[in-house]
């Protein structure tokens, strides 16, 4: 079926905005910038996961479960610490400290939580910031602070979701790359 090339789709107005609001958002506007500017405006830009849902990503689950360094130094790398020591040392000593401080001292008034949480929640933001996603299910530092573990898998799951690097999430994953493009040249003496 041959589409006629003056035909324009109605516009998506999404749910709760009505076509008033609509229009007054785009007048003026060419269609494409238009259906930008509603989804920013509109906040539709969601997790592409659930704190929770860490069985949807099984290695991440694991990897989180059993080397949070290893996991929170990999998402630092992506947003721009530049190394995969660095984080996973701090990150490293941090747990250390509030694993002892809380089987010694019965919590201590959450401080060596507090610790690692506010070394962690920054990074957090980062990625936040860089998606315009929203502080959800609590702030940053509550999330952190309370599941960890989660933040660290949900902050990995959105950043192979939108890295576009495929094989971010997969180590193990082939590497494709095009052949290398073919010139047909003359024979010598013709």
């Known amino acids: ?90 990150h490293c000593m941090l747990w250390t400290l509030a694993s002892s401080g809380c089987f010694m001292y019965c919590i201590l008034l959450g401080l060596p939580g507090c610790l690692l949480s506010s070394y962690a929640y920054n990074y957090r933001k980062i990625l936040r910031t860089k998606y315009n996603l929203p502080e959800a299910p609590c702030g940053d530092f509550a999330t952190h602070f309370f599941c960890h573990i989660c933040a660290l898998c949900q902050e990995y799951r959105e950043i192979c979701e939108r890295s576009g690097d495929p094989n971010y999430g997969d180590p193990k994953r082939p590497v494709i790359t095009a052949p290398p493009v073919q010139k047909m040249e003359p024979r010598p003496g013709e």
Do not use: R
């Open 1 to 90: 079926m041959k589409g006629n090339g003056s035909y324009v789709p109605p516009p998506y107005i999404p749910l709760g905005q009505s076509e008033e609001d609509y229009e007054a958002l785009t007048a003026g506007i060419n269609d494409v910038k238009a259906s930008a500017l509603v989804s920013i405006s509109d906040g539709s830009v969601q997790w592409s996961s659930g704190i929770c849902a860490c069985c949807d990503d099984t290695p991440s689950c694991c990897i989180g479960t059993f080397c949070p360094c290893y996991l929170f130094a990999k998402n630092a790398e992506f947003l721009g610490s530049g190394t995969l020591a660095g984080p996973c040392v701090v």
